[in-house]
Nanobody, 127 residues
Framework: QVQVHESGGGSVQTGGSLRLSCTAAGKTDNRSHYCLTWFRQAPGKESVGVASMSTPGNTYYPGEVRDRFTISQDNAKNTVYLQMDRLQPWDTAMYYC???????????????????WGQGTQVTVSS
């Protein structure tokens, strides 16, 4: 059982920044790791991945957020962060952190690959 919790969302103006945090807690073995990936879902649209990491330490972003979003992690805290800069109105969405427990993280953006999800944190960017 893995529990995932996100925080840090809010309302900002175009060009502003937010830093989201995601913490995972649960039992893993010595050969497994939390693989934490950020998704977002705008009203009426499908959930899409926005930031992920592979083992060891490669990062992946879709083109619409690349160079504006940065994912990082603190392994000691079982936490990942999503730094979002130069936010635009189309970034408005519910942001979710999803976790998988794997030997190696592949950084994939397929939601069905992740077994545990947080409750989401809302990000709203006004024009």
């Amino acid at each position: 059982q893995v529990q995932v919790h996100e925080s840090g969302g809010g309302s900002v103006q175009t060009g502003g920044s937010l830093r989201l945090s995601c913490t995972a807690a649960g039992k893993t073995d010595n050969r497994s790791h939390y693989c934490l990936t950020w998704f977002r879902q705008a009203p009426g649209k499908e959930s899409v991945g926005v930031a992920s990491m592979s083992t060891p330490g490669n990062t992946y972003y879709p083109g619409e957020v690349r160079d504006r979003f940065t994912i990082s992690q603190d392994n000691a805290k079982n936490t990942v962060y999503l730094q979002m800069d130069r936010l635009q109105p189309w970034d408005t969405a519910m942001y979710y952190c999803a976790a998988a427990v794997e030997t190696y993280c592949t950084g994939n953006f397929r939601p069905e690959r992740y077994d545990y999800w947080g409750q989401g944190t809302q990000v709203t960017v006004s024009s």
